[in-house]
């Protein structure tokens, strides 16, 4: 079977591209999708915006589940329920330059509560948490991938609404 691709006005015959035998399934399967010699053939006739439109879907999506779980580790450490504490509901990382660089710090970690009050984060005391320092290495982590896909300026302030998981920067803020 042949496909028309439109070049221009001319349209030309080019070979059509299937999933090969072996994907029996409507979930794609990562591996696969990694091995350049099975799937660049299938995209070879795509054009470069539509690559990059596939590039940006799948880039997103983890961005989005990054923030997700970014989200629900702010949320286990900050909880956000009315009444007796805590009343956490918002946390705001600022920027810190890193070499070259600016990103997100984790050294300037705060948590704004319900009565307007303002704290900067307290890490658990040595021993005090055992899984702490696994989370708090992932802390770190999602704050750095954010930092690459967002890339804040200097002195940007970064907002989490603990309740409604809502992600804002706001820019610089004057002295």
């Given at each position: 079977?042949?496909?028309?691709?439109?070049?221009?006005?001319?349209?030309?015959?080019?070979?059509?591209?299937?999933?090969?035998?072996?994907?029996?399934?409507?979930?794609?399967?990562p591996?696969f999708?990694?091995?350049?010699?099975?799937v660049?053939?299938?995209v070879a006739d795509?054009?470069r915006?539509?690559?990059?439109?596939?590039?940006?879907?799948?880039s997103?999506e983890?961005d989005?589940?990054?923030?997700?779980?970014?989200l629900?580790?702010?949320?286990e450490w900050?909880?956000?329920?009315?009444?007796d504490?805590?009343?956490?509901?918002?946390?705001e990382s600022v920027?810190?330059?890193?070499?070259d660089?600016v990103r997100?710090?984790?050294?300037?970690y705060y948590?704004?509560?319900?009565?307007?009050?303002?704290?900067?984060f307290?890490?658990?005391?040595?021993?005090?948490?055992?899984?702490?320092?696994?989370?708090?290495?992932r802390?770190r982590?999602?704050?750095?991938?954010?930092?690459?896909?967002d890339?804040?300026v200097?002195?940007?302030?970064?907002f989490?609404?603990?309740r409604?998981g809502?992600?804002?920067?706001e820019?610089p803020?004057?002295?």
């Amino acid at each position: 079977m042949t496909l028309h691709r439109d070049v221009g006005t001319t349209r030309i015959p080019t070979t059509a591209h299937y999933a090969p035998a072996d994907m029996t399934s409507s979930r794609l399967d990562p591996e696969f999708l990694a091995d350049e010699g099975r799937v660049l053939p299938l995209v070879a006739d795509w054009s470069r915006e539509e690559l990059y439109r596939v590039a940006a879907l799948f880039s997103r999506e983890g961005d989005r589940r990054d923030d997700a779980e970014l989200l629900a580790l702010l949320r286990e450490w900050n909880p956000t329920w009315d009444g007796d504490d805590p009343d956490a509901m918002k946390a705001e990382s600022v920027t810190d330059p890193n070499g070259d660089s600016v990103r997100w710090s984790e050294k300037s970690y705060y948590v704004h509560h319900a009565d307007g009050s303002v704290h900067k984060f307290e890490l658990p005391a040595e021993g005090e948490e055992d899984g702490f320092a696994v989370q708090d290495e992932r802390f770190r982590e999602l704050l750095a991938t954010r930092s690459g896909a967002d890339r804040p300026v200097h002195g940007a302030h970064l907002f989490v609404d603990l309740r409604t998981g809502e992600f804002t920067v706001e820019a610089p803020r004057a002295l």
